[in-house]
Each structure stands twice: as structure tokens, then as C-alpha cells.
């Protein structure tokens, strides 16, 4: 039977017969794990091509469990969850879809990505490495488009000093790294608010997933999922 994981973040571990979703917890490789021993075809479809690991990896990148019983039931493709990626994997209707969505911890992680304030880099936060970055985002938005971003994405109460600032600041230097515009949030918003968490956390998320698109492709996501159900099948979302 067949099984769709929808990776739009990163696998840690390799995978089974799923459509384009990232797997990182150890119930979700268990979960695939099982179907990989009943000899499921594992269709994996990655938003971001450098967050998972290659559908042939080499042995040093492979090695345990997981990756030995999978290895001959495998595929992968690269791009959104949508029909004609599915087309390209062959799949008419499938046993089940594991939808992970958001950012990984290989994302974070990898300071140079752009995704976290905790390293100094260009800010991108790309997750298919093309289209407008995260700093052109800033530059060409208006100030109430930024307003509207980062309070309907990160529920950000201080969205107008936070974009009134980013506009005023952009005329002088359009170059922005995740230092910079993490510096210019915390001299945003009241001491109070720098006191607990990161304050710049909610700018950061609102702007990954107006970057990434990640809401709007969800709806569509959601219905080509239900399409490719077999009757009985699963579709999990995480």
C-alpha cells in the first residue's frame, strides 16, 4: 500500500511512503517505521531541499533501523504538496498523509539560513531557496502591509512602533541581517517586554510564514490531500 509524508520542514531520520512534510519526532519515525515493514511505498516531497536528506543517501549519511528496512521503498520529490508534484511520484490514491508543517529545528539551527535571531546572517528564510527573501519582504512592503504581517502571523501587540521603525530605518541602509532587525525590534517595544522572552520571536515567525506562504498553501494542501485518500485511509496533520 501506499503512504504519502508531506515534509515542509526537515527529516532528521530517513523516511517511508509519505508526500512532502518534515518528520523530526520519534513517534512519527515509529509511525512510518511500521509501514515501511509492511512494505508501504514512502513518498517524501520536501518544501526545503536542504533540509532533507537526499532519497539515495550515502551510508554515512544512513545507518540505522529506519533507513535500512525503507531503503527499497522510497521516493522523493521536491516542491509544494500539491497535484502535479503528486503526479510526478506516481501516486493515485495512497493509504495515508503525514502533513508536518513549520519550521525544524535544522533550520534554526543552521544560523546561515536566516530563520533565528540567536546567529548574525543575511536574513532569508527561504525554505525552497527561491523567490523574495525575508529582507526583501521589509524592504518593499508598506508599512501597513508589515503591520498587518506581523500581527495576523505573530499576534505581535507591538506591530506599529515595530514596522514604523523598519520603514524609518530602511531608507537609511536596506540591508538587514537577523542581528540587525532583532536589535531594531528590542529598541521597539517597551523594556517590559524584553524582559521574559526574545522579543523579537512573534517578527521572526510572522515573517517565515509570510516568506514561506505557508498559510495560503495549506487550504489547498488540505483539499489535494483528501483527493488522493483511499476510502479508510488516514490524513494527519502535525
Not at 523530526?24 to 512494505?39: I, S, T
Not at 525554505?127 to 526583501?136: F, L, R
Request: glycine content about 6%; hydrophobic content about 45%; charged content about 25%.
Amino acid at each position: 500500500f501506499a503512504v504519502i509524508a508531506v515534509v515542509f520542514k526537515t527529516v532528521q531520520c530517513k523516511f517511508f511512503k509519505l508526500v512532502n512534510v518534515t518528520v523530526v519526532f520519534k513517534c512519527v519515525k515509529q509511525f512510518l517505521l511500521q509501514y515501511a515493514r509492511e512494505q508501504a511505498d514512502v513518498n517524501v516531497i520536501r518544501t526545503d531541499v536542504r533540509a532533507v536528506p537526499p532519497v539515495d543517501g550515502d551510508a554515512e549519511a544512513a545507518g540505522d533501523e529506519a533507513d535500512d528496512i525503507v531503503a527499497g521503498h522510497r521516493r522523493a520529490a521536491a516542491g509544494e504538496f500539491d497535484e502535479a508534484v503528486v503526479q510526478s511520484l506516481h501516486e493515485d490514491a495512497v493509504d495515508g498523509i503525514l502533513l508536518d508543517l513549520g519550521v525544524s529545528s535544522h533550520q534554526l539551527d543552521d544560523g546561515s539560513r536566516g530563520f533565528s535571531y540567536h546567529a548574525d546572517a543575511p536574513l532569508d528564510m527561504r525554505m525552497s531557496q527561491s523567490g523574495k527573501t525575508a529582507a526583501d519582504l521589509l524592504n518593499e512592503s508598506t508599512g501597513g502591509d508589515l503591520v498587518r504581517i506581523f500581527r495576523d502571523y505573530g499576534e505581535e501587540k507591538f506591530a506599529k512602533p515595530i514596522a514604523a521603525a523598519i520603514v524609518r530605518e530602511r531608507e537609511k541602509n536596506s540591508e538587514w541581517t537577523t542581528s540587525r532587525l532583532a536589535d531594531l525590534i528590542a529598541a521597539s517595544v517597551p523594556a517590559a517586554a524584553r524582559r521574559d522572552k526574545h522579543p523579537a520571536r512573534r517578527v521572526f515567525q510572522a515573517l517565515h510564514i509570510a516568506v514561506n506562504g505557508e498559510l495560503e498553501l495549506l487550504p489547498g494542501a488540505l483539499t489535494d490531500a483528501f483527493s488522493l485518500l483511499k476510502p479508510g485511509a488516514r490524513l494527519s496533520v502535525i
